[in-house]
Structure formats: structure tokens, C-alpha cells
């Protein structure tokens, strides 16, 4: 028998008690908020696909997986697609495309001297340091910046920061503290149960993004950083937690330039499956998708829509303004002013869904447009 657990620490403690993640502490509402009756549609034209983010194969020393595996694991977990982004080379390559319903995307988990980047494009892509711009062909996003060991120690190139996995799976379990033989126990008992225990909101990184944001369009990722050992499988860990874009059509171009643009969201699939949220902003008529720098105007409004009960956190300029209660299928909207505007949804008290952030601008700038 395989055995499957991470290698995490945990204490006895946190799994008995199960932690909450967030804070349900109440704030009052300030600016006018209310729930709509009608049911919504992303824009026409553009679906909701659930992918798995950094899935290192056999092609990475510290892995083990083969194409077989990583695709039987995504279509047990009903993703559409699967980026690979094994350590410093692009050997996968060959699999990329259409496997039966998972698309395989390969990219490479480069390793710079300030610490990891995703990189995800046309072909190779060599980088010593971040790039000056961002850019319309290659998704470059830091990787687990937050983890004690290979962290992102680049923090001073900030103009050059466009995306960053906000949520990293491998790094939430590894910094878990406690017993690592309890934990090892409980996980072969009830790994999904374990798993869910272990996982926190990562405070960190969101108080980061929200500093970033307040100056320029940072895009936030959930990467699974999944290896497959000897003693860990791709599943239940790939079922925990997802990035899902929103996109004309299951195809690599068109997937990728969702993710550059920032038409995606970080869900955490063990709350609950999640297609079906929307976060938009409307604009005379238009919808403004998340991963957008809009110009404000009076009639700026915020819209949200969540697939079950919840509770919503708006965050404005890395403040929670607004906590919202959400029905199913409802709209909650409220009137936007200037700044970064991004929300937390928790179900059942924990986080269940991290939306990419929109930005109002008070004055209309070279950053109005969607590029990152
Ligand atoms: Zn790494």
C-alpha cells in the first residue's frame, strides 16, 4: 500500500480542535450594500474551469508522477485542466494538450536568486530576475513567496511583481507545527479531514497582496505544489484547493490569458464545489470581470454572486469594509469607490474562496485596461 501523507508537521492539539480560519467577528456595514433577486451569468462567452496549479512530475528529482497519474488524479477531482511546472526545465512538454477531458498545460518552476517564479508560456523562458513589465504571452508569478524555505526574498522589485500565488497548498502544510506522527495517524485515518485542519488563511501573503494593490494590479494564484513520493499520492491533496478562470473556451491560449489577466479566483474545494462565483463591477451597463483597473464614476457598482449560503468580506485598500450575507444564487452588490476592491468568502466560517481584485481608479490611468 502506498502510503499518502504529506510531510507536514501538525499538533494533536489542532486537529482535536479543528481550526477556524478568518475572523467572524462582525463589523458594521459602512456604504450602502443590498441583495439583488436575480440570477446572473458571467459575461457571454465566458465559462467557468476549475484547474490544478503546479503539479510537479516524474520530470522534477523531488517527484515521481507520471502523465497517467496526474491526469487520472485531475479527472477524479473533475478539473478541466492541470498546469505542470516541474523545477527548472519544461521536459513534460510532450504531454501537453487535450488527455480525455483534462487539459495539460506545462510550465517550469524557475528558480531565481530571490526564490521561485512560475513561469508559463510559449516554450522556454530563461529569467535571472523578474521582468521589468509584464507581459501579454508568459504568466510569471512568484512561487509560494511566503514558505520558510525558498522564499521570495525580491520584494524590493515590486513595480515588476504581476502575479503571486496567494495560496500555496505544500507551504500551508509544511508550516503547520505540531506532531508529526498524530498527524501521519489522523491522515491515514481521514486524510481529507486532516488535510482540511491543516489548512489556514494565509494572512501573510493576503497583507502583502493588499500593500501591493494599492499601488499597481497584482494577480493572486492558488497553487497546490503537489510532488508524488513514495509516500504521497496526488490525491486527496488535489481535491483541497483550486484556481478557476473564467474563459471563452478550454483551450491553452485562452486559459492562459485568463490567468495573466486575472479573470480567475482561488477556491478552496474542500468548503464546497464553487463554479458559479462572480465578482464583478458594473460600469454604465458593462461588466468589469476581476483582474480589471476601471475608472470610477458615481454609478459604480460592486456585484458578487456565491453558489451556496455564505458569508462575504468585501476588502477595500486592505481594509474589510463589509460583511455581507449571501444566499445562494443571489446577487449582493454595493455603490464602489476608488481603490482595490477584493473579497473572502467563508462558508460555514472558513474560507472558501479568494476573488482576484478589481481596482477603481479615481482618475483614469495608463493602467485602465486589463492588462495586469
Ligand atoms: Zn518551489
Not at 152 to 179: C, F, K
Not at 252 to 259: F, R, T
Not at 266 to 294: K, N, Q, Y
Request: aromatic residues 8%; hydrophobic residues 40%; contains cysteine.
Amino acid at each position: 500500500m502506498r502510503l499518502i501523507f504529506m510531510n507536514f508537521q501538525a499538533s494533536a492539539l489542532l486537529l482535536l480542535l479543528v481550526p477556524v480560519i478568518g475572523c467572524r467577528a462582525r463589523v458594521p456595514y459602512r456604504g450602502s450594500a443590498r441583495v439583488l433577486i436575480e440570477a446572473t451569468t458571467h459575461e457571454p462567452g465566458l465559462r467557468d474551469y476549475r484547474g490544478l496549479l503546479q503539479i510537479h512530475s516524474e520530470h522534477s528529482a523531488d517527484s515521481q508522477g507520471t502523465r497517467e497519474e496526474i491526469v487520472e488524479a485531475a479527472r477524479s477531482v473533475g478539473a478541466d485542466f492541470v498546469v505542470i511546472t516541474d523545477h527548472d526545465n519544461r521536459n513534460a512538454e510532450p504531454w501537453a494538450g487535450q488527455q480525455g477531458d483534462v487539459l495539460l498545460m506545462v510550465g517550469e518552476e524557475l528558480t531565481l536568486p530571490d526564490g521561485h517564479v512560475l513561469v508559463v508560456g510559449p516554450g522556454p523562458r530563461k529569467l535571472t530576475a523578474l521582468p521589468e513589465s509584464g507581459s501579454s504571452k508568459w504568466l510569471v508569478a512568484l512561487s509560494h513567496p511566503f514558505r520558510t524555505r525558498h522564499p521570495w526574498t525580491g520584494w524590493d522589485q515590486s513595480a515588476a511583481i504581476t502575479h503571486m500565488e496567494v495560496y500555496n497548498l505544500g507551504s500551508d502544510l509544511q508550516e503547520s507545527r505540531g506532531d508529526l506522527i498524530f498527524s501521519a495517524l489522523s491522515y491515514l485515518l481521514a486524510p481529507h479531514f486532516t488535510l482540511r485542519a491543516l489548512m489556514d488563511r494565509p494572512r501573510a501573503a493576503l497583507d502583502r497582496w493588499d500593500e501591493l494593490l494599492t499601488h499597481r494590479m497584482v494577480v493572486g494564484l492558488g497553487g497546490l505544489d503537489l510532488h508524488r513520493r513514495w509516500y504521497q499520492a496526488y490525491l486527496p491533496a488535489a481535491r483541497m484547493v483550486s484556481t478557476h478562470v473564467l474563459a471563452p473556451e478550454k483551450d491553452p491560449d485562452a486559459i492562459l490569458q485568463a490567468l495573466i489577466q486575472g479573470r480567475c479566483y482561488i477556491a478552496f474545494e474542500s468548503e464546497g464545489e464553487s463554479p458559479g462565483f462572480d465578482f464583478v463591477v458594473r460600469s454604465h451597463g458593462r461588466r468589469l470581470e476581476m483582474g480589471t483597473t476601471a475608472a470610477w464614476h458615481p454609478a459604480l457598482e460592486w456585484e458578487c454572486q456565491v453558489p451556496w449560503d455564505a458569508e462575504v468580506h468585501l476588502y477595500h485598500n486592505g481594509v474589510r469594509l463589509q460583511v455581507l450575507d449571501c444566499e445562494a444564487g443571489r446577487h449582493c452588490q454595493g455603490v464602489a469607490a476608488p481603490g482595490a476592491y477584493r473579497l473572502e468568502v467563508f462558508r460555514n466560517g472558513r474560507l472558501a474562496i479568494l476573488s482576484n481584485p478589481i481596482r477603481v481608479m479615481a482618475e483614469p490611468s495608463e493602467d485602465s485596461n486589463r492588462r495586469p
